[in-house]
């Protein structure tokens, strides 16, 4: 498969007032991201997935590492630079009320979108426009609608759209279907497959919903407090290695209620969830530390079928 995103040695970092030393958001990321795939993207919240994707995408500035899109390094390229290479990048944001500015309509949504990344419209930009919409399961009528006479649903094919207007071939799907009711969320989830299909596209799908991940992507990250813990295509309770990974599938909800029981707890609670100085990441809430836990921090190793593991266990 060709090669589409290399990470290499990723480090983000934010200044924290009163600290001399920097927060870091993201810890020695290194994947790569071949051309057709879904890879999902999992952890609790705020271990660092969504600023993952942006870094992937230069919305956020790459505080050490090295990053490579087409096997062009990418890393730090000023934003004229940028604007060729962010026209086949794209993002579909979490909220997708909030990414909208609710003065525009659809048409000035996408508009800027075709503006700014200098889109071919072959002199009809509202066709384009149109011809997207269409593709997300709207119509040309929705072009002069603004945020607030849509529904939930259809703002989020309205950000699809957005993405898609550039023509992309990788796009990150933040949340894509968090805030929709189980219905709703289905039909974009299909959708989001049929347009992967029809566009040959690449996803980087991140999400909290486990049944999601499985229905839409080939490959799952699985990351905690901005590292990556496990890589696996067999994203289920009987095949992943990592503790981390077994507790994230334990604690998820079934989509059946009447089949579900009560949520097993494999790590500890932690009211600190600042990552350690040394050794693994897990180190104070997994069961099974050792003495070598706490001082040597395990490397992802091969488990054999495209499956790595970070756990001097495994």
């Known amino acids: 498969m060709e090669k589409l995103i290399e990470v290499k040695n990723l480090y983000k970092t934010y200044e924290k007032a009163g600290r001399k030393e920097p927060h870091y958001v993201l810890r020695d990321i290194s994947l790569d991201i071949y051309r057709g795939e879904s890879i999902g993207l999992v952890g609790e919240s705020g271990c660092g997935k969504t600023t993952l994707g942006k870094c992937l995408l230069q919305l956020e500035p790459i505080s050490k590492g090295k990053l490579w899109f087409h096997g062009e390094n990418i890393t730090g390229l000023p934003y004229r ?3 060729p290479i962010r026209r086949k990048m794209q993002m579909v944001f979490q909220n997708s009320y909030d990414s909208f500015d609710p003065y525009y309509d659809v048409r000035q949504v996408l508009m800027e979108s075709v503006e700014n990344c200098h889109v071919d419209t072959g002199g009809d930009p509202d066709a384009l426009m149109t011809e997207i ?36 071939e990788f796009v990150v799907c933040d949340e894509a279907v968090s805030s929709l009711d189980y219905a709703i969320r289905d039909r974009i989830l299909d959708l989001l497959r049929s347009l992967k299909e029809e566009y040959s596209l690449t996803y980087l799908f991140i999400s909290h919903d486990m049944s999601a991940v499985r229905r839409v992507c080939d490959r799952v990250i699985v990351m905690y407090l901005g590292e990556i813990v496990e890589m696996t295509e067999s994203f289920d309770k009987e095949r992943v290695k990592h503790p981390y990974t077994k507790a994230l599938l334990a604690a998820a909800l079934g989509t059946d209620p009447r089949k579900r029981s009560e949520a097993t707890v494999l790590i500890k609670k932690e ?3 600042a990552a350690p100085e040394q050794g693994c990441v897990l180190q104070n809430r997994c069961p099974h530390a050792t003495e070598r836990c706490f001082r ?11 499956h790595l593991a970070a756990c001097h266990l495994v």
């Open 81 to 83: 630079r940028m604007i």
């Open 133 to 168: 919409l269409e593709q997300v399961g709207l119509g040309g009528d929705y072009l002069m609608r603004y945020p607030t006479e849509l529904s939930g649903g259809q703002c989020q094919r309205v950000g699809i759209a957005r993405a898609l207007v550039t023509k992309p």
């Open 271 to 273: 009211e600190d969830f």
């Open 296 to 306: 040597e921090k395990p490397e992802l190793k091969d488990c054999g079928e495209n």
